[in-house]
């Protein structure tokens, strides 16, 4: 009979012995959780239709995963471009603890000078410092503290960004200070090899217990945990319409392709997806356990 070893038979035993775990710890079996901390990550939410499936689906998906904490990035969220206080706060009311932006974070005029009165968003740590907006939300849970962050990725940026690699590592220097021990980073980018970069360079910090891709609204079939310590995954992809691309009309954007006639972005219709990952850590040990891959499709 064949024998299998090494990484393929441990990730062969985790799936016999946890249905939730597809493959992604090469740690092996876990032991007993010291500090299990449960998280769901949600990928861009775009407009209407990507906030009003998410809110179909959280219910059965809370009662699934039984997350301790819920986030989501909510750069595309309010009209399919930027976020607002009233569109932050809806999602907050869906029980959504922390929101991530991005690249769009400054669509909505308006947010500059909301930004502010939120503590659950967080803006781009490498935007310049005079930027408003929190830089991480740190949560409390079980004597321990966890911060969220967001990074935005250079390769194809049009934006006047800090270097990522020193900004994230001075602001885990500083959190470390005031007693933050575990860290989530959304890193918001085009290049999937500038995720790589920044996920193995993520996973080399103590305490970094995850790095998820946003940006590109498709999600990656790549889930792992770097270094036996923090889960990635590429791309968390979009909660969005589904017949689109990246969540909006796809007609003009075709037009513009073919015919090179400029054209308007507008958020398109049902039916929705939405898409993100659930993540088992350990508060104690600074590990994360597994990473799933989510994907919901709404019935047409
Ligand atoms: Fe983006
Ligand atoms: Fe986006």
């Given at each position: 009979?064949?024998?299998l070893?090494?990484?393929?038979?441990?990730?062969?035993?985790?799936?016999?012995?946890?249905?939730?775990?597809?493959?992604?710890?090469?740690?092996?079996?876990t032991?007993?959780?010291?500090?299990?901390?449960?998280?769901?990550?949600?990928?861009?939410i775009v407009?209407h239709?990507g906030r009003?499936?998410l809110?179909?689906?959280l219910?059965a998906?809370?009662?699934?995963?039984?997350?301790?904490?819920?986030?989501?990035?909510?750069?595309n969220?309010?009209g399919?471009?930027g976020?607002?206080?009233?569109?932050?706060?809806e999602?907050?009311?869906?029980?959504?603890?922390?929101?991530t932006?991005?690249?769009?974070?400054?669509?909505?005029?308006?947010?500059?000078?909301?930004?502010d009165?939120?503590?659950?968003?967080?803006r781009?740590l490498?935007?310049?410092?005079?930027?408003?907006?929190?830089?991480?939300?740190?949560f409390e849970?079980k004597?321990h503290?966890?911060a969220?962050?967001?990074?935005?990725?250079r390769?194809?940026?049009?934006?006047a960004?800090d270097?990522?690699?020193k900004t994230?590592?001075?602001?885990?220097e500083?959190?470390?200070?005031?007693?933050?021990?575990?860290f989530?980073?959304d890193v918001?980018?085009?290049a999937?090899?500038?995720?790589?970069?920044l996920?193995?360079?993520?996973?080399?910090?103590?305490?970094?217990?995850?790095?998820v891709?946003t940006h590109t609204h498709?999600q990656t079939?790549?889930e792992?945990?770097?270094?036996g310590?923090?889960a990635?995954?590429?791309?968390?992809?979009m909660?969005g319409?589904?017949?689109?691309?990246?969540?909006?009309?796809?007609?003009p954007?075709?037009?513009k392709a073919?015919?090179?006639?400029?054209?308007?972005?507008?958020?398109?219709?049902?039916?929705s997806?939405?898409?993100?990952?659930?993540?088992?850590l350990?508060?104690?040990?600074?590990?994360?356990?597994?990473?799933?891959?989510?994907?919901?499709?709404?019935?047409?």
């Open positions: 009979m064949l024998e070893r090494g990484l393929l038979a441990q990730r062969l035993e985790q799936r016999t012995h946890n249905p939730l775990v597809v493959g992604s710890n090469p740690t092996g079996p032991k007993k959780f010291m500090c299990e901390c449960r998280l769901l990550f949600f990928g861009d407009g239709p009003v499936f809110k179909e689906q219910p998906l809370k009662d699934r995963y039984v997350p301790d904490f819920i986030f989501a990035n909510g750069e969220a309010t399919g471009f976020l607002n206080k009233a569109i932050a706060q999602l907050k009311n869906l029980g959504i603890d922390g929101i932006l991005g690249n769009h974070v400054w669509n909505q005029r308006e947010f500059w000078n909301e930004i009165q939120l503590d659950y968003v967080c781009p490498n935007l310049p410092e005079a930027c408003p907006g929190n830089t991480s939300i740190v849970f004597g503290k966890l969220l962050m967001n990074l935005l990725g390769a194809y940026s049009r934006e960004l270097c990522p690699y994230v590592q001075h602001q885990i500083k959190l470390k200070q005031a007693g933050v021990d575990n989530i980073v918001h980018a085009e999937t090899a500038e995720k790589y970069t996920g193995w360079f993520l996973s080399g910090i103590e305490g970094v217990l995850g790095v891709g498709i079939a790549d792992r945990i770097l270094n310590t923090t990635f995954i590429c791309d968390l992809g909660c319409s589904y017949n689109s691309i990246l969540g909006f009309k796809k007609e954007i075709l037009e073919i015919t090179g006639k400029p054209c308007r972005f507008e958020v398109a219709k049902s039916p997806i939405v898409a993100g990952v659930f993540i088992q350990d508060l104690e040990t600074h590990k994360a356990i597994s990473i799933e891959r989510i994907q919901i499709l709404e019935a047409i």
